[in-house]
């Protein structure tokens, strides 16, 4: 992947081929996307463009060893961290958990490079479980960076969904991040940096990739529900907001269903970036930066957690008319 192939974020690539040029290069960089939003080929074209061993006007070659290991995401010294679901003896393994599955990650990277979250999942067989990045994949990650690379110049970690490590995981990922080995890069890839351990968070670059295409989730907003149902709820009109929560529940799909929530999810998180004093993370569109503003002094996290848990009871096949009703009340109470 050649930074000339990304699709817009211009001064990110200008930023992080400026960052390799200059030799001042971060040791942690946290790429914030939404769901599907094109963060895995920036991260991809990055590194590629930080091994490349000819390089030329701000891109890699493409063609040198370095640069055809990186598109095939076959390089020895790059090592691919990501949510899986493993029986609980795995944590004393050796290995690192994500290696198992590597063969179906590549394939689905290499086919669709701008995948989801619910893309990869149905790739590996997780589709409605509960994948996690454990305690064993941080300790397989700390020995792999305890040796000299494999081919000179840097080791790197690539993390897909850093808000999806348990807790042992997340202070061994900051623990690295706080005395990071030498030559070794970070790239981590988040929906949901509100999710992350502050001292993590401080210890990265952070860089907002804005994907040119409409968010995969925002298409199942059928008619502008959420808009509705805010202007319902911020107006104290429960009747008008159940009546909308009703529109939602009547969706096509489960699968619909579950989308709302997570398009939801996406701009309630922009909110919260907005009460953290984080407003320059939610996004560049005017518009939404306004709504996220406007809303940061009335709405509380714990919508956040009422979506997640919504879409947790979809996945469990709970009557969908009887969730949004529930969700709808909640919303009413918390605002």
């Known amino acids: 992947?050649?930074?000339?192939?990304?699709?817009?974020?211009e001064q990110v690539v200008k930023?992080?081929?400026?960052?390799?040029?200059?030799?001042?290069?971060?040791?942690?960089l946290l790429l914030h996307e939404n769901d599907g939003g094109g963060a895995f080929p920036m991260a991809l074209a990055f590194l590629q463009y930080l091994y490349c061993s000819d390089r030329k006007d701000g891109d890699s070659c493409g063609e040198c060893p370095h640069c055809n290991k990186i598109s095939k995401l076959i390089h020895p010294d790059v090592h691919f961290v990501f949510p899986v679901v493993l029986p609980s003896s795995s944590a004393q393994s050796e290995h690192s958990p994500s290696e198992q599955f590597i063969p179906d990650f590549r394939t689905l990277a290499l086919e669709k490079p701008v995948f989801t979250e619910g893309d990869l999942y149905r790739a590996l067989g997780f589709d409605g479980k509960n994948p996690v990045i454990g305690v064993a994949?941080?300790?397989?990650?700390l020995r792999a960076f305890s040796l000299h690379s494999l081919e000179g110049g840097y080791s790197a970690a690539l993390v897909y969904l850093p808000e999806r490590m348990n807790t042992q995981a997340a202070n061994k990922l900051l623990k690295m991040l706080e005395e990071p080995p030498a030559q070794t890069v970070f790239v981590l890839i988040t929906h949901a940096p509100e999710k992350l351990l502050p001292t993590i968070v401080s210890r990265c670059q952070m860089f907002r990739i804005s994907s040119p295409l409409v968010s995969a989730a925002e298409s199942y907003d059928d008619g502008?529900?959420?808009s509705q149902l805010m202007v319902a709820l911020l107006s104290r009109n429960l009747a008008?907001?159940?009546?909308i929560g009703e529109q939602i529940a009547a969706l096509p799909s489960r699968?619909?269903?579950?989308g709302f929530c997570r398009y939801a999810a996406e701009k309630f998180r922009r909110v919260f970036l907005c009460q953290q004093g984080l407003s320059k993370l939610a996004g560049d569109d005017p518009e939404a930066a306004a709504w996220a503003s406007k809303l940061s002094k009335r709405f509380p996290r714990m919508a956040l957690a009422k979506?997640?848990?919504?879409v947790?009871?979809?996945?469990?096949?709970v009557n969908i008319k009887i969730l949004f009703t529930e969700l709808t009340d909640s919303l009413y109470m918390y605002i």
Request: charged share 20%; hydrophobic share 45%; proline share 2%.
């Open 224 to 226: 502008g529900l959420l």
């Open 312 to 317: 947790g009871m979809i996945d469990r096949n």
């Open 240 to 243: 008008e907001a159940l009546s």
């Open 307 to 310: 979506l997640d848990r919504t």
């Open 1 to 9: 992947m050649k930074f000339s192939q990304i699709q817009g974020n």
């Open 137 to 141: 994949e941080a300790n397989a990650l």
């Open 15 to 28: 930023a992080l081929a400026g960052a390799v040029d200059s030799g001042r290069l971060p040791h942690a």
């Open 255 to 258: 699968e619909s269903a579950k």
